[in-house]
């Protein structure tokens, strides 16, 4: 994986969570306005709650094991089966540990399958179902 930009939001180091590059969050929050509601029918068995936040991802193996360096991700929306998350590079993995914490330090580790990693402008749109906690 890729190096992170030391763009940061100073919102993030104030909490000690990892800096996240302030240009996916600009990219993320202009999709979200930019969302066009969709009138066919929708596939999906949980809302979607379009939500900016940073996340620790790990690529794990095809045995859910650690493989890789992790990396901040940033996520586009979540619902109660999956997420949507963009990262300056691509991911070649099936399974991704995705570490979420918010203001309280609450924190949720949750299992990601990826169904979909694609170019998204200069980023890249990782989206997947939950399989699982860690």
Known sequence: MGAISDETISDCSKRNAPP?????????????RNEKFYAG???????????????KVTPLDDTQHPMGEPFIGVTRDISLSGACIYHLHDVQFRFLQLEFSNSADDQLTVILEVVRCREAGPFF????QFIGYA
């Open 125 to 128: 749109e990782i989206a997947g």
């Open 41 to 55: 029918t929708d596939r999906r068995t949980h809302l979607r709650y379009p939500v900016t936040l940073p996340v």
């Open 20 to 32: 996240q590059p302030e240009r996916v969050v600009r990219f993320i929050r202009q999709v979200i």
